[in-house]
């Protein structure tokens, strides 16, 4: 392998940013990836399902074999943002040539509705972080009550519902739908977890409801239950007798609640309406209230506004006219205040478009912005690549730093772990759990 002639900064190590970084390592350049986390994986490691034991492991196996790329350095535990560690006019100072921006969409989307400050008020992605033991989020306390709300209509909802079924088998949840039947989104697979407990006399009777709304606007109510049951050949047996149903054309207006704690849920029915030739929701004005003590909102994530890039639409804004485009698409971080793009800095996965698909998505999306990004560093003569800058700037911070080394023990301790407690998979829950299975707390004299 050549001499790399580049130096490129990949900020986060989920699945865009470690096949990006691959993939830049690969083509010849000499690659820091910085994650927030101490372990790599971001989605694919927290946002999967912890029961999907062997698609995580295949995807630790493919994170494992892209760190071994020896033009790519690994530094895990350090936070890139105003608020964090290191800002990126820091990167650009310790001589980085370019920086693509994979962190994901770590801000939280909220509707703005009163009421979500409650206890029993949660972001879907909280509870996903919960359950799937992401500090800080695995030693946050959550209120599962008997009766739980699931606003959204999609793979994340159906993933909420499962765990609130599965695992907490609470006595009901209700899927809060603003849309009608014939426009849920998640896939059958996903439902095949859940559909045992799915309520079909509620179901039916619902869709009746609705019936005369979608035919106002040309869907078939009858094609849309079909779609919704046809995860049943292939329906998990049940281990909980929690009720499972939905509300359609219902959107959420206001969460109530007494000594701070949420008792019930204010929502408008909707209707459904054609513009452009697309179906829309519009509220009718007819309110109602469901009694529920948990309310969890399944409705996408929007980028951080700390992270020191502005912000459009809940994503960091692209250069609408991009010298480097990819598949048609921008991968160039831009400045609207300016109308120019932001020298250097371009963004992939959900930093470039929140929310939108899954791990192979975003893999491709981080390659796909890797290679807007050699395409940009052509235009650049040859730099002086120096990682030992780097990696003392980094171990300056004065906090235990995740190298590959220190990575590749911790998935060592946590597998034996794993075999030792007859486990299918195992993980350490918090920080320094995980800091101290690496040798670094010591190391670091804590």
Known sequence: MQEPEYLVAVVGAGPAGVFGARELANMGARVVLFN?????????EYGVYPTKYVMKEGFRKQFRQALANPNLDYYGNVVIGTQGDLTLDDLRALGFDAILVTAGAQGTKWLGLPGEDLEGVYHAKDVVYFYNKLP??????FRFGRRCAVVGAGNVMVDIARYLI??????????????????????KKEMEYVISNLDITAL??????????????????????ADILAAQPKAYEKVSETRFRFEFLTSPVQMLGQNGLLTRLEVEDTTLVLKDGDTK?????????LDVETVVFAIGDKVDETFGLPIEWNEFVKNPTPRFPMDGNSYEAFDPQTGKAIEGIF?????????????????KDGINGAKAVWQYLQTLAPSQTNPALIASRVHALGKPIADKASVE??????????????LEDFKFATNDEMLAAMGLLEAAGM
């Open 136 to 141: 800080p989020f695995s030693q946050r306390t």
């Open 281 to 289: 929701a519009r509220g009718t004005g007819h309110k109602r209230f």
């Open 347 to 363: 963004v992939a996965g959900w930093s470039r478009k929140a929310s939108e698909g899954l791990v192979g998505y975003a893999r």
């Open 166 to 187: 599965r695992q907490e088998k609470v006595e009901e949840v209700i899927a809060v739908v603003r849309r009608g039947p014939a426009e849920v989104k998640f896939d």
């Open 36 to 44: 927030r986390d101490i372990k790599p994986g971001g989605l694919a």
């Open 204 to 225: 039916d009777a619902e869709i009746a409801r609705v019936t005369p709304i979608m035919q106002a606007v040309g869907q078939d109510p009858a094609a849309a239950r």
């Open 409 to 422: 023990r911790l998935y060592q301790v946590e597998r034996a772990e794993a075999e030792k407690r007859g």
